[in-house]
């Protein structure tokens, strides 16, 4: 025990944030939110905890990383990331030239709003009265985690990988998301160095709209592309 | 819809028929959200890219299909750590071993301290 090196598990306040449950008001939207709410763990831990552990804890004792590095990613995975993405494409609906830049190049308009993406490239894709984009990675889960925090379960699935790019419209559908037949659907395959975000169309009855009110609308699921924001669920 | 080219590796799922999306995003469990804090620090820190641990997690084969998300990137972390001689199995037997025992501790609430409180 003496080489206790570090405990996350007696960070009160990490341990806190795991087990939160969001508090959105009155509104209700069980699946479609900026951060997941994490499942305790239970039970004894398993063989892959205890090596993740161990990778970590001999990875500290040679110095090669810190434990507050890895605290601090965990935390900003949890706390700033899941939030960027909202704001980035609200500020894209309220200002073209912002939009159009971000659409030329999403890394370099990242980098104007101080997000650093830390992947090679972002590519923008925006939707229309006639196309819906929809992102996946079909080979493992990459995602512009810089932007929307950790993937949902759902991404990472091998339902979930394996269909959307063969019948988008049915897995839209399993989503509550259903589009004319006039509207092309393309589906994104991201890759290690190169992830997508969606752009959505900005809805009706939005107009005058903070950027604040229009990223609450802007959840997950819509810059992902399976769902389109609702006025309604954001009000 | 899904191939079977003979140099198909057991990651590339994209078109492969498969059963209804669980729609429902379960999160992620403590040690999951542990393993990639790591993960990313690494990646941070320039020790190692996203291809080399893709490289890892795809050399599983069969056991691919067989473990869950995070089991694939722990497995592959693994791979690639032991690889680039920043650990060896030997030590993370060991600390694996350490690490076991430390969470083997009596159950406070089996104290006979408790149990005769709680009478």
């Keep these: 025990m003496s080489e206790y090196k ?37 039970g004894p831990p398993s063989e892959f905890e205890i090596m993740s552990r161990a990778m970590q804890e001999l990875l500290e004792e040679k110095g090669v990383i810190t434990a507050e590095q890895v605290r601090r990613r965990m935390e900003v995975f949890e706390e700033d990331f899941p939030y960027r993405g909202s704001k980035l494409v609200a500020r894209a609906w309220t200002d073209p030239a912002f939009r159009q830049r971000l659409l030329d190049d999403g890394k370099a308009a990242c980098a ?27 080979l493992c889960s990459c995602y512009p985690r810089a932007l929307l925090g950790m993937p949902p379960t759902w991404y990472k699935s091998r339902n979930y990988r394996s269909r959307v790019v063969f019948e988008p419209r049915a897995v839209l559908k399993e989503f509550g998301t259903v589009l004319p037949e006039s509207v092309t659907v393309r589906v994104h ?29 802007l959840t997950r699921d819509t810059l992902v592309g399976v769902t389109i924001p609702r006025v309604n669920a954001a009000s | 819809m899904s191939g079977t080219h003979p140099n ?19 999160g992620m469990k403590f040690w999951e959200r542990q393993a990639n804090g790591l993960r990313s620090t690494l990646q941070r820190n320039k020790i190692m890219r996203t291809d080399e641990l893709r490289r890892a997690a795809e050399d599983l084969g069969s056991r691919y299909s067989e473990l869950a998300y995070f089991e694939i ?39 006979p301290l408790k149990k005769g409180a709680s009478r």
């Design chain 1, 6 to 42: 570090y405990d996350y598990y007696a960070d009160k306040k990490l341990k806190e944030r795991a087990g939160r449950t969001h508090d959105h008001g009155d509104h209700d939207h069980d699946h479609d939110d900026h951060a997941p709410i994490n499942e305790h763990d239970d």
């Design chain 1, 112 to 138: 104007e709003m101080g997000i650093d993406l830390e992947v090679d490239r972002l590519i923008a894709v925006e939707n229309t009265p006639d196309v819906h984009n929809v992102i996946v990675c079909t």
């Design chain 1, 189 to 217: 395959d991201s890759n290690a160095d190169m992830r997508y975000v969606v752009i959505p169309m900005r809805p009706e009855g939005t107009e005058g709209w903070s950027d604040e009110q229009l990223a609450d609308m």
């Design chain 2, 8 to 26: 198909q590796g057991p990651q590339d799922i994209g078109g492969a028929e498969a059963g209804p999306v669980d729609t429902l995003d379960h």
């Design chain 2, 73 to 111: 990137t722990t497995s592959a972390l693994r791979t690639v750590l032991i690889e680039k001689g920043l650990i060896t199995e030997h030590e993370l037997k060991a600390k694996m071993e350490q690490i076991r025992a430390r969470f083997n501790v009596p159950d406070e609430m089996e104290s």
